[in-house]
């Protein structure tokens, strides 16, 4: 699995900003997708994940500190994972990065792909 990243930018404090995070291969949908983002010094810190079920269910999970401003959505379609961010502060300037997982993806726990990230910067 090959996943590249993009939508990363300069957006003023308040703004929004959409990562997209492209996949190749033929099984995307069965694979769980999700967003990391690591910031200058910092450790590669986990946003949110969706994880298959089976069939064509799904469920969204996020960590606690990123509820509320962060959504995460796939298009199996499109074999792509997005991340919609809302209510942007400076603090949220980092690397963004993509992940997938044959299996769930759980905070503290590896992934199986990386995707090269995507910088966010957020100005005061």
């Known amino acids: 699995v090959q996943l590249q990243a993009s939508g990363g930018g300069l957006v003023q404090a308040g703004g929004s900003l959409r990562l997209s995070c492209a996949a190749s291969?033929?099984?995307?949908?069965?694979?769980?997708m999700g967003w990391f983002r690591q910031a200058p010094g910092k450790e590669r810190d986990f946003i949110a994940a969706?994880?298959?079920?089976?069939?064509?269910?799904?469920?969204?999970y996020y960590a606690d500190s990123m509820k509320g401003r962060f959504t995460i959505s796939r298009d199996n379609a499109k074999n792509t994972v997005y991340l919609q961010m809302n209510g942007l502060k400076p603090e949220d300037t980092a690397v963004y990065y993509c992940?997938?997982?044959?299996?769930?993806?759980?905070?503290?726990?590896?992934?199986?792909?990386w995707g090269k990230g995507t910088q966010v910067t957020v100005s005061s």
């Open positions: 969706i994880n298959w079920t089976g069939g064509s269910t799904y469920y969204a």
């Open positions: 992940a997938a997982k044959r299996d769930r993806i759980v905070a503290g726990l590896p992934v199986d792909y």
């Open positions: 291969g033929r099984t995307f949908s069965s694979y769980a």
